[in-house]
């Protein structure tokens, strides 16, 4: 019955960033809304950890299974993806480095602050 709480909540905040997505004209996905309300809940206490931490180790723990149907979407389009593979394939190398890059620039500057808050 915990687990069914904890998944409930975690939907009813999903739920919230769908609306804010029906709502606000803005181009950002209702699940960047949802996370985004998840995090503020979080962090005001609004929500306490211990409310969805079962639940949400388990959907981490299962996010792999949910990249199979993304997967075979890709094989069973192979021609139609097949003439813009060298773009893509390009585009896909230079994100991952840019996006590694900036990730460790970042967790470089919190590891630097969290430093001088200490000394």
């Not at 699940?31 to 609004?46: A, E």
């Not at 950890?49 to 388990?58: A, N, T």
């Amino acid at each position: 019955m915990k687990y069914l709480k904890q998944f409930l909540i975690i939907l009813a905040v999903s739920l919230l960033g769908e609306i804010c997505k029906a709502v606000l004209p803005l181009p950002i996905p209702a699940s960047i809304y949802g996370m985004v309300f998840m995090f503020i809940f979080l962090l005001t206490g609004i929500l306490k950890l211990d409310q969805v931490r079962e639940s949400g180790k388990f959907l981490i723990e299962i996010m792999p299974v949910m990249f199979i149907p993304a997967g075979v979407g890709l094989m069973s389009s192979w021609n139609v993806l097949k003439p813009v593979l060298v773009p893509v394939s390009v585009i896909t190398v230079i994100t991952i480095f840019t996006v590694m890059a900036a990730t460790g620039l970042v967790s470089q500057g919190i590891i630097r602050m969290g430093k001088k808050e200490e000394a």
